[in-house]
């Protein structure tokens, strides 16, 4: 059973910095691609940013030079480093990650969320 953790959300003044961490966990034989999305309250999930696992990174314009999303130093894990945070950027963060579970198969999974709250 493969699960996606997520980590490091919390409560920050306008400003300033978070770092979230996305981990899969359970039998994984490796990770292609990974990406955070997030849902304020009675908005639609929206992109946030992804990382291949060539290494190329793709962001919303609006966390672009803000946001910074790199593979974790343990296998299977991710960050996103979040600087000059907004309160617009108040959400629940969630991870996405594609997983190949067997040698032969690859699928999709979503982590539970972490709420990121930015104060004015």
């Known amino acids: 059973q493969v699960q996606l953790v997520e980590s490091g959300g919390g409560l920050v003044q306008a400003g300033g910095s978070l770092s979230l961490s996305c981990a899969a966990v359970?039998?994984?034989?490796?990770?292609?691609?990974m990406a955070w999305y997030r849902q304020a309250p009675g908005n639609q999930r929206e992109f946030v940013a992804e990382i291949t696992n060539t290494g190329v990174t793709r962001y919303a314009d609006s966390v672009k030079g803000r946001f910074t999303i790199s593979w974790g130093n343990a296998k299977n894990t991710g960050d996103l480093q979040m600087d000059s945070l907004k309160p617009e950027d108040t959400a629940v963060y969630c991870c996405?990650?594609?997983?190949?579970?067997?040698?032969?198969?690859?699928?999709?999974?979503w982590g539970e969320g972490t709420l990121v709250t930015v104060s004015s």
């Open positions: 996405n990650a594609d997983i190949k579970t067997t040698p032969l198969i690859w699928k999709e999974f």
């Open positions: 359970g039998t994984v034989f490796g990770t292609r691609a």
